[in-house]
């Protein structure tokens, strides 16, 4: 599945364009490759993505650059790639909790990193503390690792700070009682 188009990711950065608004010292051949990057898939998305960033894509719209090529990444089950992509991310902006989270729930998930994943997860939760998804997350990475107690008192708050944080996720709120009651899950 594809993630969303540079051209929606723009929406929410006001005068950004991909080919057309230049940036102070942002060169021709950045802006052509962030467009190619944006149209291209596999492998020459890839290739398109990483040359604007080489290239000097502008502030404006480098995060949106870093995002498409984090999703062709995935689209190729590149995950060791997208886990450095990550940590790249949260070197760029170590204040910003969504970039822990996709580095935890990419070391977590993808990559079997536990212990890193935790930390990347409890720094996520300290910038960002009241969010749910973020909890329950946390919440996983500490059942992994047998920390159940812990565990269950992250998958209540996640619960507290947002009621719905377990709908549609029965293996979630399956670990989560399996850690009340000790227990390893599955």
């Not at 190729?76 to 790639?81: A, D, F, G, I, Y």
């Not at 930390?119 to 910038?127: D, F, K, N, Q, S």
Request: net charge negative.
């Amino acid at each position: 599945m594809k993630g969303p188009s540079l051209a929606v990711l723009l929406i929410l950065v006001p005068g950004a364009s991909v080919a057309r608004a230049t940036t102070a010292g942002e060169t021709a051949e950045a802006r052509e490759q962030a467009w190619l990057c944006e149209r291209l898939d596999e492998e020459p998305g890839i290739a398109a993505c990483r040359a604007a960033l080489a290239a000097g894509i502008g502030l404006e719209r480098r995060t949106a650059v870093r995002q498409i090529l984090a999703n062709h990444l995935v689209d190729l089950e590149r995950w060791t790639e997208l886990g450095e992509h990550y940590r790249e991310d949260v070197r760029l902006a170590p204040e910003d909790a969504e970039a822990w989270f996709r580095l935890g729930s990419t070391l977590l998930f993808a990559l079997n990193e536990r212990a890193e994943a935790l930390a990347a997860l409890e720094e996520a939760a300290r910038l960002d503390p009241g969010s749910g998804r973020g909890r329950s997350v946390l919440a996983i990475a500490l059942h992994v690792l047998g920390r159940f107690e812990e565990a269950t008192d992250a998958f209540d708050e996640a619960e507290r700070l947002d009621p719905t944080v377990f709908q549609g996720r029965p293996a979630a709120s399956a670990m989560r009682a399996a850690s009340r009651r000790g227990e390893p899950w599955p």
